[in-house]
């Protein structure tokens, strides 16, 4: 059985939890894309673990993890979290893979994100300012570093060399930012290289055999969705491929070799950084929902926009990941409110659409249609059993699934690993 988890929303909806209860039934957890701007939060035995390259798989004890090649690696960020989990007792010695084709961030590639973001001004885009839109840009005119490249000095020198010239006039010219230094850069990439050298492997061939040996494979989907750069509320998306269609292209493991796509969804909307969010709340109840679900960013920090759950922008997820089913999450959060409301379609110019716009200037105009539930007003959290759920919790989990197309296999009201509600275990039930 190879399952691919993916984010319905715009990221952080807690994917990290739902992975790390799957990876019991997997062999090997695959990371597909993006870098260490995603952050992964799993709580064990009270302790919180957050993630930013490593596949949360490697928490269980036993698993492989697989970094592959449309993942873009900052080799300082990779060596950083290695020792931070050794540090907490966690070995990943023999469990890690790492792709020779996935590209490398370079320092230059956080200078020109963080530069550029600041020269937009009031038209930023909300990076974390780590490299990672460059690096993929890199990636695509055919001027990127690969991990394999680390290991020819005189490849890499020559690649190095080459994109200096250009990103330092930049740089210079444009940004009136220092230039870096060739050696300095080389000599640390360098040093990088026997370190790396162990985990480095031909990845897409590997995963291939393990799923002709039988095995289960799980792919961890990082960000959401609407975070998609060609699927996602373009511009503000990321800069790789999240949705479900870049486990395949990430990884080398091709389409119809997937058996099912998870959609992870919190019971509430949120979003980080600048774009449309039709759903959102600016007043009282949006601070509310922040506070309940402490949503602030596990890479940044940054505070997270709130909204009310919004079916049409789900109900998209379902279609273009062509979800298998949900898991809806931080139900606890909604325990408190005596009336919850849910956006059912969008008003657009005096007509009532059900469907995303593309066009990003038609969705800043969309306000959202709402549809009011009674709330349950008792705490929900920990519960293991959904038959223990209150009867409107049931009533709108029921609502949810129905308005967005897409059944509900795992429900979660709580952040610790052993309180999940399993309706249906995916890796055991049938696609």
């Known amino acids: 059985m190879n399952l691919i988890v993916v984010g319905t929303q715009w990221g952080d909806e807690g994917k990290g ?250 019971a509430y909307t949120t979003r980080v950084g600048s774009g449309p969010f039709p759903s959102e709340l600016t007043g009282a109840m949006g601070k509310r929902l922040q506070k309940e679900g402490n949503e602030f960013g596990a890479t940044t920090g940054r505070p997270r926009r709130c909204g009310w759950f919004d079916a049409v922008l789900v109900r998209y997820a379902v279609r273009v990941n062509h979800l298998t089913s949900l898991a809806i999450t931080k139900l606890d959060v909604l325990d408190s409110l005596s009336e919850i409301e849910v956006c059912v379609g969008y008003a657009l110019d005096g007509k009532t659409v059900e469907e995303m716009p593309s066009s990003l200037r038609k969705l800043e105009r969309c306000t959202p249609i709402l549809k009011r539930f009674e709330g349950w007003q008792e705490s929900t959290q920990g519960t293991t059993s959904y038959d223990q759920l209150p009867k409107n919790a049931r009533i709108y989990l029921e609502a949810l699934s129905e308005l967005v197309g897409c059944r509900a296999d795992i429900v979660s009201a709580s952040s610790k690993r052993g309180e999940t509600m399993i309706l249906r275990a995916p890796f055991e039930t049938e696609p």
């Open 17 to 266: 939890k739902v992975v790390d209860l799957l990876s019991e039934q997997a062999d090997i957890v695959i990371r597909y894309q993006g870098g260490h701007n995603a952050g992964h939060t799993i709580v064990i035995g009270g302790e919180a673990f957050v993630l930013h390259l490593i596949p949360t798989g490697l928490l269980q004890h036993g698993k492989i993890g697989v970094i592959g090649n449309g993942v873009v690696i900052n080799p300082k960020a990779f060596f950083e979290e290695i020792k931070l989990l050794s540090e907490r007792g966690i070995s990943i010695e023999g469990r890690l893979f790492v792709s020779e084709a996935a590209h490398l961030i370079m320092p230059y590639h956080q200078a020109i994100d963080k530069e550029s973001e600041k020269m937009k001004g009031a038209q930023k885009i909300g990076t974390t300012g780590r490299g990672i839109g460059p690096a993929y840009a890199d990636k695509m005119t055919r001027s990127g570093i690969r991990v394999a490249d680390i290991f020819d000095e005189e490849l890499f020198r020559e690649k190095l060399e080459k994109n200096l010239l250009e990103i330092n006039a930049i740089l210079e010219k444009i940004y009136q930012a220092p230039p870096f230094d060739l050696e300095q850069i080389f000599k640390e990439y360098m040093s990088y290289s026997e370190k790396m050298k162990p985990f480095v492997t031909d990845t897409s061939q590997y995963l291939n055999k393990a799923i002709d040996d039988g095995k289960h494979l799980l792919f961890e989907g990082a960000q959401g969705t609407h975070l998609d750069v060609d699927l996602g509320t373009y511009p503000y998306v990321t800069s790789s491929n999240s949705a479900a269609g870049g486990a395949s292209t990430g990884t080398g493991v091709g389409p119809t070799r997937f058996d099912k796509v998870l959609g992870v969804t919190k």
